[in-house]
């Protein structure tokens, strides 16, 4: 783990009951650099993060494989050690602010209660600090919003208190989990770019979940497609958009318009994910692929493959089906 | 601007159906400074010509659903007329309305909640059947109901499922075909594809432009997302606030925007290329849309708008004609049309 490294996550699995929801998922966060993840609903991204972070601790659930930070395994931590890292260490957005914010407390409560405990400063200095971060998240005027409750500020302003919170501690990684989907667009170009900014001065690791690969394309370095709890692809943010490799990659490129995208036809994917509590024995995307090859593809998981300059892939087609591959999905229709 | 796109069908020529004129929606509310008006839709007009789709986009508040449900009469208009083909159908009541209603369907954005969970699916798609009478005894609406659920490519069987038992994309599929059931002439999509994952997505907006050629629908697509709009609609009507800010074809709004709203909304879309995204010169709109309680005077869009000058708190701006077929409510176009 080199010294740049902030978290870094091997093979972690998750289960609740006969569903297996995250398979085998590995990844690594440096200090300053974005990691996009992107999936469908069900897909295992969230369920990922929450794992990698320590925070599934549900009896039914069952978490296997190593997060490390700072030298700990994250995973199977007491709680009171969890709380310090996350009061420290790590900070989380999510798409609601309500999950994250609370309702009785005051905004001031909220922004400085963390640096006071776990940063050993003043009242008074955190009060300063508290600020100057509504400030950095583009609230203007914050003194008089400092005795504001959550319920009086509009969604996009709950969002940036949210990211103020999450940032009150300078923490070493930013999880943020579709953090701009429940607003509109112009509030999200202000997020993007705020997140962006503050990450440059921070110097901190992002992991960025959403299913929106328009959104990761601004935000992210490097990027992994999360299929059925699986990354079946994972590369830089240009070779996903330039030179996707996984059917399911190139579909989920094509199936969604984009500005000046000149697309007659959309590519539809048919089907519908696979269930998590019954999940295919070979390829996950098998089921939907418009390439899938021989009786190889529905019976042996393809391992995760590097084809050159860490672009990895999980697909048999891909590493073994020649030029096709990379037009999967030409000729289909509906 | 490739082959490909102009491949679209012009519809300029074509009748219209639709006429909505000066559409205004106040709703009363009771706040904090007692009785007040939430200026939802104001002054809003437009046209829908046969088979076409007009995209209605706008932030979140500013009046599309409030116009969607207006046409549908699930909300009382408080001024304007909305004509469909020479009837006022602003003010009609009782059978009159209901006449009128079978000619306009809606599809809503969440396939869960607008089924009936205890309803087999083959019911729910013939509500529409039964209420307007368009089929004589059981043989006949079952007939119905399984060219209904060809329509949307689901199979005959289907009938016999309940809600629960679909996945999202095939729930909307279903309310694609009760909508259908009716024969109307309009449907009205509201946000009918946000709530679907990327690929279902697809699927939708695909059978949606299939059914309109094979049927000859008119929509009015209305959606938050300018990606989508732009891939289903010949047009494109962009309203802030309750106000129109610009209509156009859809080609010159994309590519030849004459309003500032406009231009802001287009800079704040991803890109899909990475280094193009990185690199963009752009500038973002700041603040947030200010209470439709209280609505700026002159412009609604002034107090965000990088380009406003005095002269813009003062009159409410009038669409002016821009090009063939587009108008801005705009007093700078020139200087907007050079954002
Ligand atoms: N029944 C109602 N009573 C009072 N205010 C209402 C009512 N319905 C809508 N509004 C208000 O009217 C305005 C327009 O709302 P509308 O739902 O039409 O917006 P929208 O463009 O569809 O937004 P979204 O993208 O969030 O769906 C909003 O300010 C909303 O709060
Ligand atoms: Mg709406």
């Known amino acids: 783990m080199s010294a740049n490294t902030v978290i870094d996550v091997q093979d972690l699995r998750v289960r609740v009951g006969a569903a297996r929801i995250v398979n085998d998922v590995s990844f690594k966060v440096e200090r300053g650099q974005t990691l996009g993840i992107v999936g469908e609903s069900g897909s295992g991204k969230s369920m990922t993060v929450l794992a990698a972070t320590g925070l599934i601790d549900a009896p039914s659930a069952k978490v296997s494989g190593t997060s490390m930070l700072d030298g700990q395994n994250l995973i199977g931590l007491r709680r009171s050690k969890l709380e310090k890292i996350y009061g420290e260490r790590i900070g989380f957005i999510f798409q609601d602010p309500a999950t994250s914010l609370n309702p009785v407390l005051t905004l001031e409560r909220q922004l400085t209660e963390g640096p006071e405990a776990h940063l050993g400063i003043t009242r008074r200095a955190a009060r300063r600090r508290a600020l100057d971060l509504l400030e950095a998240v583009g609230i203007p005027d914050p003194e008089p919003r400092l005795a504001a409750y959550p319920h009086q500020l509009s969604g996009g302003m709950k969002q940036r208190v949210m990211i103020a919170v999450a940032l009150a501690c300078d923490p070493a990684l930013l999880i943020a989990d579709e953090p701009t989907t429940a607003l509109d667009v112009t509030t999200q170009a202000q997020i993007i770019s705020l997140v962006r900014s503050l990450q440059e001065r921070l110097g901190m690791g992002v992991v960025w979940i959403s299913h929106d690969l328009g959104v990761i394309s601004g935000v992210a370095e490097e990027v992994s497609v999360l299929y059925g709890g699986q990354v079946v692809e994972h590369t830089a943010i240009t070779d996903i958009f330039n030179n996707p490799l996984h059917p399911y990659t190139q579909g989920l490129l094509r199936a969604r318009p984009y500005l000046g995208g000149a697309q007659e036809e959309l590519v539809t994917i048919p089907g519908s994910p696979p269930d998590p509590k019954n999940l295919p024995k070979g390829c996950v995307f098998y089921d939907r692929c418009p390439v899938r090859l021989d009786s190889r593809c529905e019976t042996e998981l393809p391992p995760l493959t590097d084809v050159g300059d860490g672009h990895l892939v999980r697909s048999f087609c891909a590493t073994s089906g020649g030029e096709n591959v990379r037009n999967a999905w030409e000729g289909t229709r509906v | ?339």
């Open chain 2, 1 to 339: 601007m490739s082959e490909v796109r102009n491949s679209q069908p012009a519809n300029r020529d074509e009748p219209v159906l639709l006429s909505v004129q000066n559409l205004q929606v106040h709703f009363a509310v009771r706040g904090a400074a007692g009785k007040q008006t939430v200026h939802a839709v104001e002054d809003i007009s437009f046209d829908l010509k046969r088979g076409e789709t007009l995209g209605l986009v706008g932030e979140s508040g500013s009046g599309k659903s409030t116009i969607a449900n207006a046409l549908m009469r699930l909300e009382d208009p408080t001024g304007g007329r909305i004509m469909l083909e020479g009837i006022d159908i602003a003010t009609l009541r009782g059978s009159d309305l209901k006449s009128v209603r079978r000619r306009l369907a809606m599809v809503f954005q969440d396939p869960f909640s607008a089924l009936n969970p205890r309803q087999r699916i083959g019911l729910s798609i013939a509500e529409p059947l039964v209420v307007h009478k368009l089929a004589n005894g059981g043989a006949e609406r079952s007939k119905r109901v399984r060219e209904l659920l060809d329509l949307v490519n689901l199979p005959a069987h289907f009938a016999d499922r309940f809600p629960h038992e679909l996945s999202g994309g095939q729930r909307q599929r279903v309310c694609i075909a009760r909508a259908l059931a009716g024969d109307p002439d309009i449907m009205i999509l509201d946000e009918a594809t946000a709530s679907l994952d990327v690929s279902v997505q697809a699927q939708i907006m695909n059978l949606l432009k299939d059914l309109q050629r094979r049927l000859g629908l008119t929509y009015l697509f209305v959606s938050h997302d300018l990606a989508a709009v732009e891939y289903m609609s010949h047009r494109v009507l962009v309203m802030y606030l309750g106000r129109l800010m610009e209509i156009s074809p859809r080609d010159e709004l994309y590519t030849q925007s004459a309003h500032p709203y406009t231009r802001a909304l287009l800079a704040a879309i991803p890109l899909a290329d990475p280094v193009a995204e990185r690199s963009r010169e752009r500038t973002l709109l700041e603040g947030e849309v200010p209470s439709p309680l209280n609505p700026p005077s002159g412009c609604v869009f002034r107090t965000r708008c990088p380009i406003a000058v005095d002269e813009c708190s003062e009159v409410v701006p009038a669409a002016i004609e821009v090009g063939e077929d587009h108008n801005s409510a705009c007093i700078r176009v020139p200087v907007a049309q050079e954002l």
